[in-house]
């Protein structure tokens, strides 16, 4: 039998900042009540000429992901944009998104049938593009073609050829990339079309995409 007072609604916070800055994160989520985090190293894509001409345009990135309740998310959200002041240009991003179901965490119960979580109008989409090292650049170049302003790609490779990395509970193989992109809702259709078109994800084992509701954001303007 369930216990009802366990049901609690969980949020996978993301936040993503310059190399470097991750432990920051962790600490200040910490203190915040979130106590589990995980990392990725990534690189950003800024699309600039100049840039480009300097060999700037690319950025190693941290991704870190947490999970935790609603109330320790809304929480934790504010203090990692006090201290990080995102809504500044090139500060970083920090956005929100529903779990619907959470294994594996002390206290946690999986709920079956639950109703969606998701929010009803949210303005933003995060559009996740599993592919074969080396389309990355590929996934980028078709998402900006259809109005995005870049990604982060994210690189899920063990230390070892027979490791594997897990992310959302797909194995993700030590030769492929993540690219995560941060839409405006109205512009996702056009951003996966595209990407879907030029990478052919519909053929077997070309990749795999997924989309996420993002419930509230700061440093994507």
Same mark, same amino acid.
């Given at each position: 039998m369930e216990n009802v007072y366990n049901k609690k609604r969980y949020e996978l916070l993301c936040v993503i900042v310059n190399y470097g800055l991750g432990s920051k994160v962790i600490k200040t989520a910490k203190e915040n009540g979130i106590s =589990?985090?995980?990392?990725?190293l990534g690189k950003g894509?800024?699309? /600039?000429?100049?840039?480009?001409?300097?060999?700037l345009n690319d950025t190693r990135k941290e991704?870190?992901?947490?999970i935790t309740d609603s109330n320790s998310s809304h929480e934790a959200f504010k203090a990692l944009n006090k201290k990080f002041k995102f809504e500044k240009h090139n500060h970083g991003i920090v956005f929100s998104t529903s779990v619907s179901n959470?294994? =594996?965490?002390?206290?946690?119960?999986?709920e079956k049938?639950?109703? /969606?979580?998701g929010v009803e109008d949210t303005m933003y989409n995060a559009i996740f593009t599993v592919v074969d090292r080396g389309k990355a650049e590929q996934v980028i170049d078709a998402a900006v073609s259809a109005g995005s302003?870049?990604?982060?790609?994210?690189?899920?490779?063990?230390?070892g050829i027979h490791e594997t990395n897990m992310l959302f509970s797909m194995v993700i193989e030590p030769e492929k990339e993540i690219v995560m992109i941060l839409s405006e809702k109205n512009l996702t259709d056009a951003i996966v079309l595209s990407i879907r078109d030029?990478?052919?994800?519909d053929e077997p084992g070309m990749g795999i995409?997924?989309?996420?509701d993002i419930n509230k954001a700061y440093g994507l303007v």
């Open positions: =589990g985090c995980t990392v990725f894509t800024i699309k /600039s000429h100049i840039l480009e001409l300097l060999g991704i870190v992901f947490m959470l294994l =594996g965490v002390r206290n946690c119960i999986y049938n639950t109703e /969606s979580r302003k870049g990604g982060t790609i994210i690189n899920a490779r063990g230390s030029a990478l052919k994800i995409m997924f989309i996420l």
